[in-house]
């Protein structure tokens, strides 16, 4: 049965709503990014830029790194917007647009965010690379798809008994990377991590500004969880979304992290710009590597 109009809605152009993108625009491999100026950052390394659209938040260009096909599309922050880009980008690979019906042989895509992030460990320095191998999700998005063949429930047990988690806060939910990307990605320049996904970038994430936070010392006892010797690393607000919906779609993803802040000691990096921009020089040419 084809999928109705208002659950899958397309521009008159036949392009996907929010994204404005058809199949032929993108590539099986694909890069995000939070900032939709930060898709320039990318893609100035490219050979050449084959394509490009901007609507709302979701900047897009495809073009070749070293002979690569490669896309780049900005997300906006949180995991509202992974929700929007990762079933459109779906839909553009497993969907006949057309028929508005699932296509019988799928595409699997690699996914891998590069975004900044900050540490809640002393010992993860300013201006290094976390990989997250794990993600918890302090969102609900997992909650609204059949999902729990792809959570980690042990260990979000694990993290609510020894946070003593608040009840009305959302349920915590722990996914996990592709196994291959991160293998693919990491090197002696990378640490491996627990991501902890907020809903927002200040009380969410223990600031306080003008407004007081239900539990001041949450960022304290997240630092101090530990499941069999894991050890949550850093904050950051797409991660756990990217894992959760690419684990329930049958794609690859991988979240790169760069280090500008550490919340344990106070420090912000003199130079964010120049350690986003060694991540993604890094991370396109882990891409590039033969296996």
């Known amino acids: 049965m084809p999928i109705k109009e208002s659950e899958l809605i397309l521009n008159p152009d036949g392009s996907v709503y929010h994204l404005n993108l058809r199949p032929e ?30 609507k709302r938040e979701f900047h897009t260009q495809t073009g070749t790194y070293k002979g690569k096909k490669i896309t780049v599309i900005s997300t906006g922050i949180g995991t509202d917007n992974i929700d929007i880009v990762f079933n459109e980008l779906d839909a553009l690979v497993n969907i006949d647009l057309e028929k ?19 540490s809640i460990q002393k010992e993860i320095p300013l201006n290094s690379f ?13 909650h609204f798809y059949d999902s729990e063949h792809v ?5 979000s047990e694990a993290l609510k008994k020894q946070t003593n988690w608040f009840n009305k806060k959302s349920d915590p939910y722990v996914v ?10 990491s090197s002696n320049k990378t640490i491996n991590g627990f991501t902890a996904t907020n809903v927002g970038f200040y009380g969410p994430q223990g600031r306080i500004l003008r407004l007081a936070i239900q539990d001041k010392n949450l960022n304290d006892k997240l630092a101090n969880f530990n499941f069999k010797d894991k050890n949550i690393t850093n904050l950051e607000m797409e991660t756990a ?34 350690i986003v921009e060694n991540l ?10 033969k296996d």
Do not use: W
């Not at 959570?151 to 260990?155: A, D, G, K, L, R």
């Not at 684990?247 to 710009?273: Q, V, W, Y």
């Open 176 to 185: 996990k990377c592709s196994e291959r990307l991160l293998k693919k990605l």
């Open 241 to 274: 979304g990217i894992y959760g919906i690419s684990n329930l779609l049958g794609h690859h993803s991988l979240s790169m992290n760069a280090i500008i802040a550490n919340r344990a000691t106070g420090e912000f990096s003199e130079d964010p710009k120049t």
């Open 130 to 142: 976390v990989i997250s191998e794990y993600a918890a999700g302090f969102d609900s998005l997992l």
């Open 100 to 118: 508005r019906e699932i296509k019988s042989e799928l595409t699997s895509l690699d996914i891998i965010r590069i975004g900044t992030s900050g």
């Open 280 to 289: 993604i020089t890094y991370t396109l040419n882990k891409i590039i590597d």
């Open 151 to 155: 959570q980690y429930f042990e260990i």
């Open 25 to 54: 625009d993108i590539a099986n491999t694909i890069i995000t990014v939070g900032d939709p100026d930060r898709v320039d950052t990318v893609t100035k390394h490219f050979d050449t830029v084959e394509f490009s659209t901007h």
